[in-house]
C-alpha cells in the first residue's frame, strides 16, 4: 500500500508564498516522475510542475518563475516553493507519483489534495 500525504496549504495574500510538500510511503522500490496537479472550482485538473528522478523539471508558462519543484529521494518527499502568489493560483493542489512497488509494477499515485487560497 502506498500513500502520498500533503502538507503546508493554507491562505495567503497575493505576492505571497506557500511550500507545499508532499510524503511518499508503504512498498516502494523506486519512485519515477514526481509532479504537483491543481484543480479550481469549476475548471478541470491542470500540471503545475514535474521532476524527474534525475531533476528534470517541466512547469506551464502560468507559473514559470514564479513556483519551483524539488525532491528530495532519501526522504521520498517532492516540494512545491511558490513565490508571487496570484488569487488565480487559488485551487486545490494535489501530489502525483509514479512509483514503482514491484519488479514489474509500476502505477500513478495521488495525495488527498491540499487547498491554497490566495485571497486579500
Known amino acids: 500500500q502506498v500513500q502520498l500525504v500533503e502538507s503546508g496549504g493554507g491562505l495567503v495574500q497575493p505576492g505571497g508564498s506557500l511550500r507545499l510538500s508532499c510524503a511518499a510511503s508503504?512498498?516502494?522500490?523506486?519512485?519515477?516522475?514526481m509532479g504537483w496537479y491543481r484543480q479550481a472550482p469549476g475548471k478541470q485538473r491542470e500540471l503545475v510542475a514535474t521532476i524527474t528522478s534525475g531533476g528534470y523539471t517541466n512547469y506551464p508558462d502560468s507559473v514559470k518563475g514564479r513556483f519551483t519543484i524539488s525532491r528530495d529521494n532519501a526522504k521520498k518527499t517532492v516540494y512545491l516553493q511558490m513565490n508571487s502568489l496570484k488569487p488565480e493560483d487559488t485551487a486545490v493542489y494535489y501530489c502525483?507519483?509514479?512509483?514503482?512497488?514491484?519488479?514489474?509494477?509500476?502505477?500513478?499515485?495521488w495525495g488527498q489534495g491540499t487547498q491554497v487560497t490566495v485571497s486579500s
Open positions: 508503504g512498498t516502494i522500490v523506486s519512485i519515477n516522475t
Open positions: 502525483n507519483a509514479n512509483i514503482r512497488t514491484g519488479t514489474w509494477k509500476r502505477d500513478d499515485y
